[in-house]
């Protein structure tokens, strides 16, 4: 079987200004920069989507993202839906133990504490 050509898209999101993961207003506690961060995450996560399709990794990384904003504005329910699809879609695609998806079930599990 081929390997999927993403396998092999590295260095692309080693920065974080391009890594969806890392949007610069996501950790702020500020309500505007974290609205802001929404916005930018939604963005992201439609480029990706369009540009790689839905069920590449950095897609999927970017609706992760868009969760974790979720999560700071408090809207746990969207976080939570947002993370356990994102989770599942994972896990078809990356080999057992990967460190993101093990990263987004402790998420999930802090989320479900909230």
């Known amino acids: 079987m081929a390997t999927p050509s993403w396998r092999h898209s ?3 999101l080693r920065s974080r200004s391009l890594n969806p993961r890392f949007p610069s207003s996501s ?4 309500p505007g920069k974290t609205a802001a961060a929404e916005l ?3 963005q992201a996560w439609a480029g990706f989507e ?18 974790q904003v979720y999560r700071r504005l408090g809207r746990y329910g969207d976080a939570r839906a947002l993370l356990r699809d994102t989770v599942d ?3 078809r695609i990356l080999p057992d133990g990967d460190p993101l998806i093990t990263e987004l079930r402790q998420s999930l599990a802090d989320i479900g504490e909230e």
Request: hydrophobic residues 30%.
């Open 40 to 42: 930018a995450c939604e």
């Open 89 to 91: 879609r994972l896990e």
């Open 10 to 12: 590295g260095p692309l």
């Open 27 to 30: 950790r702020s506690t500020d």
């Open 50 to 67: 369009r540009v790689l399709g839905p069920r590449h990794p950095d897609t999927l990384r970017s609706r992760a993202g868009l969760a």
